[in-house]
């Protein structure tokens, strides 16, 4: 059974300037690529935002870089 990225919390870095944060609200299979809605939480007023749907490969997971943040302060 796959487990479903509802609810997950995502990052997207754009170019140099921009992270992008948000919550996965909706998945789907589409061209053998595994594709998921973000709806993205307060972006910067001049960052670009991403289209609709994106591919799940090109999304950070938040959990893993809080993870690898609190490793790197000790």
Excluded at 35 to 43: A, D, T
Aim: no cysteine; proline share 3%.
């Amino acid at each position: 059974m796959k487990m479903s990225n509802i609810n997950r919390r995502v990052w997207k870095a754009i170019g140099t300037n921009y992270i992008l944060f948000g919550t996965v609200v909706e998945e789907k299979m589409e061209n053998d690529w595994h594709m998921v809605r973000v709806k993205w939480s307060s972006p910067h007023s001049t960052a670009p935002l991403e289209e609709e749907w994106q591919k799940i490969q090109n999304l950070g997971d938040v959990k893993k870089l809080i993870v690898e943040f609190l490793n790197e302060s000790r």
